[in-house]
């Protein structure tokens, strides 16, 4: 064994063991920098704008689904169809007074003004002539038939509205229901009375019950007369056509009749 160069050969050991520490160190230290300086950094700073928006959409939507098990809610809710009648529409006029006014205008601007207020109260409405071809197997929450009564002097006791449904209708609970509940509410907004005695044949025959959907409740409303009544009927048909309207909110909301509005 050399000695001589024992010494020397343990001092270069300890450079050579002292230089892989060191080197250890430092990539130690280049790794500590590296991963803090990543850390720091959001993927938004480092990736393309483009990667980066994906990644922010994709989180969203994870976000968004946890959050949130419902369905969207800018989805709109199915409405529910009403069908109006505007009576004599597309067919005839109606009746008719001296000067010219006929039962058809007031029926159908009545009709609009109950569609106006349905609409608003999230309904679709559909405006239907009186032989209109979509009656035929019409389904719907409700059809209503709009009318009027006879221009010509009666007597003093032709004044007054009248509501029935169909007598043969296959809905009978809904088709009693939707007619009581335009009774009351048509008549605590007119304050008109109910006229006895004089709902006619063609009223509880009515054309239009035959040609719906057995499924869709129907009732015709005769609003009034056209000569004692016309003032409520024409000057004040925003009225007749809130009671009407609120009639069939009634029925479709299934109202208690002792709720006065
Ligand atoms: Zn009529």
Redesign the pocket.
Known sequence: MDYEHLPEHRIGFGKGFLEIVRYIGVVLLVGMVVATAFTLWTPASVLPRSAARDIARAMATRVGRNASPLPPTNTPEPRELIGIVA??SGNDS??VCPDGLT?AEINLNIAEQVKDTLYSEGFDVDILNEFDDRLTNYSARALVSI??DSCDYINDEATGYKVTASLETQTPVESNSLVSCIIGRYEAATKMNFHPGSITYDMQYYHAFREVNAKTPAAIIEVGFMNLDRDMITNNASTVAQGVANGILCYVRNESLGIVE
Do not use: R
Request: aromatic share 0%; proline share 0%.
């Open positions: 009576g004599h109606g009746a039962e009318h009027a």
